[in-house]
């Protein structure tokens, strides 16, 4: 009995020495860096990384910068393979059209912001900014209306094709920053409550593009945490005003992309 008591406890003691130590290999192997396999950027101007400069040639219109967090997490890792895609200007459509060719079983990695221009971002930022306070609450309103009714269905059919072409890669999805401090350093431009709702519209398609992401299981990142305490008016914005050329306004600066997209998308990858 004592012979069978001392090899039942041996026995528990192997099998508990077991588990801890296939335990640690699979926290090893969940926690190893993404790097190890592809990795694959999309999106729109702000993982494109317009704003910040330090543009790729061969990128033509799509001003894909050096200094965008994709570029910057890339060279930081060296991932086994490195497709950088995002394109100003995109649209969920552009996506699905011209994006998503370097995505299959070997990637790992995926990083994309997507569905302001679907919005119509930059022509409500146009009225704001040239038509005044009522033109501007009323394309800001039409823009959240599109947000809340529309939108949640092109980016399901973007993050549906992602999870399709690579279904093993974790996606992060990146929002956008607020663009305004209320009550800051700015004594012209746009009235605090043109500003206040151009905020409030950031908030909407945050909210929106975080529960589709979570619905196909992928991590969204919130990028107001960094950015808080630089937006315009803060007297320290890592996001251009009205600037020429006027594709780069309202978009982040190098510092922007470095200190504000990066930390974020570094943790949530």
Same mark, same amino acid.
């Given at each position: ?57 061969? %990128?033509?219109?799509?001003?894909? *910068?050096? @200094? !965008?967090?994709? =570029?910057?997490?890339? $060279? &930081?890792?060296?991932?086994? +393979? ?51 306070e009522s033109a501007c609450l009323t394309a800001v309103s039409k823009a959240v209306a599109y947000v ?36 800051? %350093?700015?004594?012209?431009?746009? *009235?605090? @409550? !043109?500003?206040? =709702?151009?905020?409030? $519209? &950031?908030?909407?398609?945050? +909210? ?62």
């Amino acid at each position: 009995m004592r012979l069978s008591r001392v090899a039942k406890a041996t026995s528990a003691l192997f099998a508990a020495m077991a588990l801890v130590l296939t335990g640690a290999s699979a926290a090893t192997a969940a926690e190893r860096p993404l790097a190890a396999t592809g990795y694959v950027a999309l999106g729109d101007s702000y993982s494109a990384g317009v704003g910040a400069g330090s543009y790729d040639s061969a %990128s033509g219109s799509c001003k894909r *910068s050096t @200094k !965008s967090y994709p =570029a910057l997490w890339a $060279a &930081a890792n060296s991932p086994a +393979s490195f497709h950088f895609t995002a394109c100003s200007g995109a649209k969920t459509g552009d996506v699905l059209g011209g994006q998503l060719a370097p995505l299959d079983s070997s990637t790992g990695l995926v990083s994309i912001s997507i569905g302001g221009n679907d919005a119509g971002f930059a022509d409500t930022m146009t009225t704001c900014a040239l038509q005044g306070e009522s033109a501007c609450l009323t394309a800001v309103s039409k823009a959240v209306a599109y947000v809340d009714n529309t939108l949640p269905g092109q980016l399901d059919g973007v993050y549906s094709a992602i999870s399709q072409k690579s279904p093993s890669a974790h996606v992060v999805v990146l929002g956008y920053p607020h663009f305004y401090k209320i009550g800051g %350093s700015c004594v012209a431009g746009l *009235s605090d @409550k !043109s500003r206040a =709702a151009i905020n409030g $519209a &950031a908030d909407e398609i945050n +909210s929106v593009t975080a529960k589709r992401a979570a619905n196909h299981g992928f991590a969204f990142a919130d990028v107001n945490s960094t950015f808080s305490g630089h937006e315009l008016c803060s007297g320290s914005a890592w996001l251009h005003s009205v600037t020429v050329p006027i594709d780069e306004s309202y978009h982040p600066t190098a510092t922007g992309q470095s200190s504000g997209y990066l930390p974020v998308f570094r943790s949530a990858a």
